[in-house]
Each structure stands twice: as structure tokens, then as C-alpha cells.
């Protein structure tokens, strides 16, 4: 049973240990300790953890606002990938985005992560720019990818799950089988 809790400044330490090994096996320069609790301190962030009967096998992080959702973090247990986990995660984003009014989802991809770009294609995102010199540790060019939320723009997504994350961070959000 999969489940989907809101990760807040209260909750954080739960969950902190299995987001930073997360973190650290995906990442060439991974967000520290500090950078996942401040996002819990910021208003236009949400921040939820993916669990399945108790274990913890990824987070996503975006934050809203201007009517837009920019999608900050998101990954996946590495013995759990390639199951449609991420994709999930970003459906859940997208169709909270739209509930709460947002038009557009925007997100930074390096060129070289080839399995999270087929995610974002295939959950309807576009490439359509480039931030030069983005990444600072390798100096890659960011490639920008965004979608349009409203109502004609996003017939290919999958949503079938149609519950929002527990909003006190407590217990399982909704369930999928
Ligand atoms: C990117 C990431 C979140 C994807 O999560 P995931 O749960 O493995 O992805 P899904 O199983 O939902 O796959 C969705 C799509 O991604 C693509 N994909 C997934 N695994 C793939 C693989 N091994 N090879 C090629 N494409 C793959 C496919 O297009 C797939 O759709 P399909 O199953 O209909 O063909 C995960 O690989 C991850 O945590 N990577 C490290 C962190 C990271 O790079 N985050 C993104 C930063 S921009």
C-alpha cells in the first residue's frame, strides 16, 4: 500500500536519514541536511515523502507560486526505480498544482540525466530553454522544461489517484493499489 505524507518542520526528523542516503546515492551535489528543512519552512513549498508499508522510497519537493509550480527536488529509492514511482509523484504535483489554481509547471534537468528527462516528456513537460552554466559543479547548461496546466493542455496525464497528501503530515495521505 503506498502512501503519501507531507513532510513538515515537526515530521522532518522521521524521515531526514532516508531522504540524505536518497539524496546522496542520486545526486553529484546533493542538497544538505539544512536545504530539505528549510524547504518545510517556506510557505510556497511542499514537500511530501512516498512510503510504502512504512518504507521510505523517495520525496518530491516544488513550490507554487505566481501560478506556477517549479519543481524543486524528486527522487526515487534506487532499488525501487523504474516501477512508475516518479511519475506518480509528479502527477500528484501536477494535479495539486492545478486544484490550487496554478498554469504552468516549470523544472531544470542536466542534459546528462537521460531517465529523468523521458520522465518529464512523459508526463507532458517540453524543453523550452536552456540556463547556461547552471550546475556549478560541472558547468552544465540546465535544460528547461515546462508545461501548461490548463484544462486542454494536460489530457496525457495519468492521475489515478485522486486524493491530496494528509495536510498534518500524519498517517497515510490516500492509498494505491
Ligand atoms: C528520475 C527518477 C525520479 C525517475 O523515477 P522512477 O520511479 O524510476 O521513474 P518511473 O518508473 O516513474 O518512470 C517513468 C518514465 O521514465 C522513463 N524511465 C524510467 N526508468 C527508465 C530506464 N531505466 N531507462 C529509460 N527510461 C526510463 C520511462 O520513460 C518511464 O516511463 P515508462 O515506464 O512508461 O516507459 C529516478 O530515476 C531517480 O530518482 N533518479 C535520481 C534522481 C534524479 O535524477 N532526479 C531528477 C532530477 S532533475
Known sequence: MISLVNITAENIHRFLDDILEIERSSFPSPWS???????????????????ADG??????????FSGEIHLMNIAIHPK??????GRHLLAKMIEAGISEGAETARLEVRPSNIMARFLYKKTGFKETGRSPRYYDDTNEDAIVMSMSLLPNRVS????????QPNPTGEGAAYTAG
Do not use: P
Open 80 to 85: 525501487k526505480r523504474g516501477n512508475g514511482l
Open 55 to 64: 518504507a521510505f522510497l523517495g520525496y518530491i519537493c516544488f513550490r507554487m
Open 33 to 51: 541536511s539544512t536545504a530539505f528543512q528549510q524547504e518545510t519552512t517556506r510557505r510556497v513549498s511542499h514537500f511530501w515523502a512516498l512510503l
Open 156 to 163: 496525457r496525464l495519468e492521475t489515478d489517484v485522486i486524493c
